[in-house]
């Protein structure tokens, strides 16, 4: 059935490529999405050679305590991390030293991804959460090299989708030679889909680990951009939310005048509209590249500092909670020491939820529910402390999945390094 895979791919690839071109998320790179690379692309320091590729920003997330335990442990390897979107790719060049070279992933066909993994020589190539890539997995196998999942996960109402794919095109997880699930459940449905029993491990999730907050970690002026408190944040926001939220702000500043709000849209490039809405609802607004930190509200207009600021917040919502998207990273401000709010629809991130709910993250219906929920801890400052404090513990309370994941993988090196020599 695999010709069937390859076959499609190409005719849906030369349909959406004009798109794909011209989409903020992957018009940049594209040499190196077809697999093309420089003569002495991703040489490195040495063995072994670490294929880690995270999709998104997001994904960097959990790969960063990866990069960092792997350096730690395996100093002379040669780390490359791959991303897909344009965003994900300017999170991973500030890996700095932990990473050895920076890429986009090729995209899922036969030639891009033989080239690709000609060219970075994989021991061993690290996918994330649901990165299951057919072709780059067939020509990571031929090349000789391992195959992991780490922090799997596999939506359970998607589990027919999965089925149906693989029946056409044949069962991809029957080639990976780790995975490295989130959770029991997470684990069982990969055993719903074929994978064997033995490959089957769980580890928990490593975005956990990257949580700990340094507080050494100010980004030149963010402070003054964002201006003084109090601060009503809400970070990650998508089309559709920031209207209601503004409509939130304008109840809460009714009973507390002094309070600000921010807004991290989840793509900056929205900035102009959310300030079109800002202006239409009668607010001051503010950039954080461009000034304006006494407006009543400031729009947070840049990448990889969303961690930092919400040390600034006195409240927190996190997006895509309200809209299908099904939640943003709701342990980001938690771990800075603030009480969360989030929507009903958090399915993307049921673990942190369980994490957090009932330890000072708070799930409520609709934007009236948060107005009244935002209300009552503004006018109970000792309240509002003491859900913080309980949010940061609950995040520092978890953990460990990284070292656990580095534990798998190089004891897989050790084995393929056994069978080698034998």
Sequence with gaps: MRPLYVLFGYVAFALLWPLLLLHRKTRKGQLQRFGFYPRGFARGRGKPRIW?????????????????????????ATIVVSAITDSGHAIARRLGNLVDEVTYLPWDLPGATRRAVKAIAPDILVLEY????????????RHGSRVVLTNGRFDA??????RALFSLIGNPLTEVDLLLMREEDEAERALELGAPPGRIRVTGN?????????????PEGLAEA???GPIFFAGSTHEGEEGPLLRVFRRLRQAHPSLRMIIAPRYVDRAPRIASLVQAEGFSVGYRTRGGADADVVILDTIGELYAAYRHATIVFVGGSFTRRGGQNILEPAAQGKPVFFGP???NFRDSVQVL?????????????????ALDLLDRPARLA?????????????GGASRRNVDEMLRLLEERDFEEAA
């Design 157 to 162: 109402q998607k589990m027919g989708h999965y």
């Design 52 to 76: 880690l590729h995270g999709s998104s920003a997001g994904d960097l997330l959990a790969l960063r305590p990866i990069a960092e335990e792997l350096r730690r442990r395996a100093p002379g």
């Design 130 to 141: 649901t990165e299951i890539w057919p072709n780059l997995i067939r020509a990571a196998k």
């Design 226 to 228: 964002l201006g003084p």
């Design 357 to 373: 709910l009932g330890r000072g993250g708070i799930q409520v219906s609709d934007p009236d529910h948060l107005a009244r929920a």
């Design 206 to 218: 490593s975005k956990f680990d990257a949580l700990v907050p340094s507080e050494d970690f100010e």
């Design 345 to 347: 629809n958090m399915q």
């Design 386 to 398: 003491e859900l913080g404090a309980l949010a940061r513990s609950a995040v520092l309370s978890v």
